[in-house]
């Protein structure tokens, strides 16, 4: 187990800004940071981050809490692997205390599977460096591609041994299971055999954005013919490579600082273009480019540029990757390099700033690129070039931003010559066209139509208690040690029954005003959520007379920090809709907090006066409304006054 003390200096190191800043694009947005959700597919942030509470608020899906409970999320990581993880980005040395069996059983498969994946990359880094074998073979390959010892380090690059069971003898005799071996796909089992899938290959592991081992990408370095010269991984729980791009976790930082993000299409290519100085590269690793892939980099930048071979064929391939971005709603543009020439092999004979002046001078934007290249096969022959313009604008009906829209027509009119009319008129068929599919689509994939009775829409039912209970968390929260004026009423019965009050104003901090309040009216908390936090909160007070946000998060449960954050967060949440800049002035809670306090608690009790009221009219009798109890009449009259009292405060209508 991981020690208290290394858990303290986590949590008071840590920044959730710069935690979530390595796996999502941040910007500044007044006093926080927002977003795209990594969490769901969108265009418009609802990812909010506050640095002063240091939580944050994902409004898109509901998510919610500190640095950890986002690892926790987004890499699926156990509480003590999210500790561990921010250890080692903040340079803490993690103290720790020996499992018991009870806690060494409870480590799930799919943690199971991470360290399987763990051990067979020190295992193959291993013979890589330390065997006979991998020297004269495997790092002779790599030092023949130019990598250097530092570059082969920081890839984790490895070799397995050419036979056909070396690694998988090792690994049971180390006390991994077979089943766990089978399932990450490095062992494969025939009956009572088993074989090593990357015997006699150079492997490069595949990362997750946090830098977990995924799986294995091989290549052979053999010239057998019935072998396929790269295998990678299958999918597991853990690897799903329509999700993964090679070199995200090395180029993460690089690609949102730089906002840009290089896509090339192999291992050595990012590897190669790292060594050479240019970090912010990464790779689809040999398969089509999927949308989860793009949304991958979305959450760093909107900006992608493609790197590619400079052979014909291999161009055309990779201009269907592009209406995928630009479906993502983000920004594409294309290089290509000299015949003959890929990223690997070029970078290897440039400096870094001859790399960076050729990209500089070579990258155009996709509508240029695709009308250059597409230009050439239709050179005269006018149906080829029709067929050519209508093909870009395809690409251009895919950007969901309609200002971009008519920017890439236009410059496409230019490029082309040819009207703007004509092509804004094929856009407006192409969209029509698009809009009537994807309703057959779903007509076709729907349940069969059947003629059924109109039903009567119910309306939700709000939850009025829980909303005052949650209200009076968050007042407590955000101003429970703010000093405010309130206007106290004194309840006092008359001679003859009727109820009034009195008025006065006294100054007293919102905590003290609340708790106070509550004990007067006898009023516990009826959600077992809020009544924890609500007697921590009022302790934590009582004790320190100020709440230090991120500590008190720590200290609780996971499902009551997720609550505190959603309650917090909930405020910032007018940032994204940005009314400033639509003139819409967003009302200053800060100034109407006394007010806001009384209202929640006079609403509160008339709350529970009227669910008062409602039990005790259950016990007249329908037929002679009238009940055979004359206190429980009387209390019902005096109950009702007492209504009647809390409703003219709130400037109700009974």
């Known amino acids: ?221 053999t010239s057998d013919k019935k072998a396929a010269k790269y295998v990678n991984s299958p999918e597991s729980d853990v690897y799903h490579k329509s999700k993964v791009l090679y070199g995200i976790h090395f180029a993460k930082q690089t690609i949102a600082k730089e906002d840009q993000c290089y896509l090339v299409e192999g291992y050595t290519d990012v590897i190669q273009m790292h060594q050479r100085g240019l970090t912010n590269v990464v790779a689809s690793s040999g398969t089509a480019l999927t949308p989860e892939q793009i949304r991958l980099v979305n959450r760093l930048t909107p900006n992608m540029t493609l790197l590619f071979d400079g052979d014909a064929a291999g161009l055309r391939a990779s201009l269907r990757g592009v209406d995928l971005i630009l479906e993502q709603g983000m920004n594409v543009r294309i290089c290509a390099f000299p015949e003959g020439e890929d990223p690997d092999s070029f970078s290897r004979a440039q400096t870094l700033d001859q790399l960076k002046d050729y990209l500089e001078k070579n990258t155009k934007d996709f509508i240029s690129f695709k009308a250059s290249l597409l230009a050439q096969d239709a050179a005269n022959d006018p149906i080829k070039k029709s067929d050519t313009i209508r093909d870009m604008v395809t690409s251009i009906s895919k950007i969901p931003d309609h200002i971009k829209q008519e920017v890439y027509l236009k410059e496409c009119a230019r490029i082309m010559d040819i009207s703007q009319e004509v092509l804004f008129s094929t856009l407006a068929q192409i969209l029509k066209k698009n809009r009537s599919a994807e309703s057959v689509r779903k007509v076709d994939q729907g349940p069969n139509l059947e003629v059924i009775a109109n039903k009567q829409t119910q309306s939700l039912k709000v939850d009025v208690q829980f909303e005052l209970e949650r209200k009076i968390i968050e007042m407590l929260l955000l101003y429970g040690t703010s000093e405010q004026d309130f206007q106290e009423y004194t309840m006092e019965s008359q001679d003859d029954g009727v109820i009034k009050h009195k008025e006065e104003k006294v100054r007293s901090l919102v905590y003290q005003k609340i708790y106070l309040d509550l004990q007067e009216d006898e009023i516990e908390f009826t959600h077992p959520e809020f009544q924890v936090l609500y007697y921590k909160i009022i302790e934590a007070y009582h004790q320190n007379k100020a709440i230090r946000i991120e500590a008190f998060i720590q200290d609780l449960p996971q499902n009551l920090s997720e609550m505190v954050s959603h309650i917090l967060m909930d405020e910032e949440k007018h940032q994204l809709h940005q009314w400033g800049r639509k003139d819409i002035v967003v009302k200053d809670k800060e100034a109407n907090v006394s007010q806001i306090v009384t209202e929640t608690i006079l609403n509160l009790r008339r709350f529970l006066v009227t669910e008062k009221i409602n039990e005790l009219n259950t016990l007249f009798d329908p037929k002679t409304e009238s009940v055979s109890d004359p206190d429980t009449l009387r209390s019902v009259i005096d109950y009702i006054g007492l209504k009647k009292v809390l409703s003219d405060k709130l400037n109700r209508v009974l």
Do not use: C
């Open 1 to 221: 187990m991981i020690s208290r003390f290394t858990i303290d200096q986590v949590f008071e190191t840590a920044r959730v800004e710069e935690v979530i800043g390595d796996f999502v694009q941040l910007k500044k947005s007044g006093a926080n940071y927002k977003g795209l959700s990594p969490f769901t597919d969108e265009r418009s942030p609802s990812f909010m981050v506050s640095p002063v509470k240091q939580i944050w608020k994902d409004f898109s899906s509901g998510k919610g809490g500190n640095a950890v409970a986002f690892l926790m999320e987004h890499e699926h990581f156990n509480y003590p692997e999210a500790i561990k993880y921010l250890a080692k980005k903040y340079n803490i040395e993690i103290e720790e205390t020996e499992q018991t069996p009870e806690e060494k059983e409870m480590t799930d498969a799919r943690e199971s599977l991470y360290l399987v994946n763990d051990f067979a990359r020190d295992y193959f880094k291993n013979v890589l460096t330390q065997t006979e074998s991998g020297k004269a073979i495997g790092l002779s390959y790599f030092k023949e591609r130019g990598f250097t010892t530092e570059t082969i380090e920081k890839f984790q690059l490895g070799y397995g041994l050419d036979q056909w069971d070396a690694f998988t003898s090792e690994a049971l005799k180390q006390g991994y299971k077979l089943s766990y071996l089978e399932q990450t796909g490095l062992t494969i089992v025939k009956g009572d055999k088993q074989f090593d899938r990357f015997k006699g290959r150079v492997l490069f592991p595949i990362h997750s954005l946090s830098g977990r081992v995924l799986g294995f990408g091989g290549r052979i370095l």
